[in-house]
């Protein structure tokens, strides 16, 4: 297992950008896909976004075009950059491996864009 922390949430207007962050307690290289997924109020979890250890992307179909995703594996971190925010982008923003570690969520960070 291993303990993520994600940052960089806030509150933003509508076409705004923020840059997430997810920090990892021990090296991500060995991990082949990493995601980031979001869960908006009375709403299942669902993955926004993954990435390989090549760097390969794969965006769900909501988000293509805006969000970015990265990793550095040298520090251990991934990213998501998301620009042209929407309110229904609003949400919990947890990164994971993918398919998800079991049980190995972290707090997530908020992400609320108003209208």
């Known amino acids: 297992q291993v303990q993520l922390v994600e940052s960089g949430g806030g509150l933003v207007q509508a076409g705004g950008s923020l840059r997430l962050s997810c920090a990892a307690s021990?090296?991500?290289?060995?991990?082949?896909?990493m995601g980031w997924y979001r869960q908006a109020p009375g709403k299942q979890r669902e993955l926004v976004a993954h990435?390989?250890?090549?760097?390969?992307?794969t965006y769900a179909d909501s988000v293509k075009g805006r969000f970015t995703i990265s990793r550095d594996n040298a520090k251990n971190t991934v990213y998501l950059q998301m620009n042209s925010l929407k309110p229904e982008d609003t949400a919990v923003y947890y990164c994971?491996?993918?398919?998800?570690?079991?049980?190995?969520w972290g707090q997530g960070t908020q992400v609320t864009v108003s209208s």
């Open positions: 994971n491996a993918y398919p998800p570690f079991v049980n190995n």
């Open positions: 990435i390989t250890s090549a760097g390969t992307t």
């Open positions: 021990r090296s991500i290289f060995s991990i082949p896909f």
